[in-house]
Structure formats: C-alpha cells, structure tokens
C-alpha cells in the first residue's frame, strides 16, 4: 500500500506561481512512476505531468514551458512547480501512483492505482 498526501496549494493571481508537494509513504518502492492529475470546470480528470523511477519526464501540451515536476528521492516527495499560472489553471490538483502500467501515469489505461486526496488550486 501507498499513501499520498497533497499540499501547497492556494489562491494565486494570474501570472503567479505555486509549488506542490506529494507526500508518499508506504511501500514505495513498488511504484514505477508518479504524476499529477487535475479536476477543472472543463475536465473531470486531466492530466498534468508524469516522472518515471529514472527521473524521466513528459508534460501535457498546457504544461509545457510553465510547469516542473520533479521528485525529492531522500524525501519521498513528488513536486509540481507551477509558474505563470492561468485562471483555467483553477481546479483540483491530485498526485498519483502507479506499480504496473507507466501509461497510468501520463492519462493512459488503467490509470494509476494509488492517489491522494488532492489540493485546491486557484487562480483569478
């Protein structure tokens, strides 16, 4: 089992920048990669980000040029820095993890078997 554990989001301007945290513990050593997922007015799941165990990292068309992820190993902490945010940034932020499939964590089938609660994101 792994728990995820979100935080670090908030109300921002547009323009401005917020850095996500995912907190895992448990049996990560079972996970073969990590992303972010997002719950907007437009999408009810969308996906982010995703980083492979290499440190490999593929980035949705919206994100690219604006958001980073990135993993703290030592830490087991998943980050999401997002600059010059959007108001159609605005919307649920969640991590995600998955132990078989690498296309879970990049919006493919199945869709990663582990997830935490998620934090609000929001940008006016």
């Known amino acids: 089992h792994v728990q995820l554990v979100e935080s670090g989001g908030g109300s921002v301007q547009a323009g401005g920048s917020l850095r996500l945290s995912c907190k895992a513990s448990?049996?990560?050593?079972?996970?073969?990669?990590m992303g972010w997922f997002r719950r907007t007015s437009e999408k009810s799941r969308e996906w982010v980000a995703a980083?492979?165990?290499?440190?490999?990292?593929r980035y949705s068309d919206f994100a690219k040029g604006r958001f980073t992820i990135s993993q703290d190993s030592a830490e087991n902490t998943l980050i999401l820095q997002m600059n010059n945010l959007k108001p159609e940034d605005t919307g649920m932020y969640a991590c995600?993890?998955?132990?078989?499939?690498?296309?879970?964590?990049?919006?493919?089938?199945?869709?990663?078997?582990?997830w935490g609660q998620g934090t609000q994101v929001t940008v006016s």
């Open positions: 980083i492979g165990s290499n440190g490999s990292t």
């Open positions: 995600a993890a998955e132990s078989f499939w690498t296309s879970s964590c990049s919006g493919g089938e199945p869709g990663p078997n582990y």
């Open positions: 448990g049996n990560t050593a079972s996970t073969i990669c």
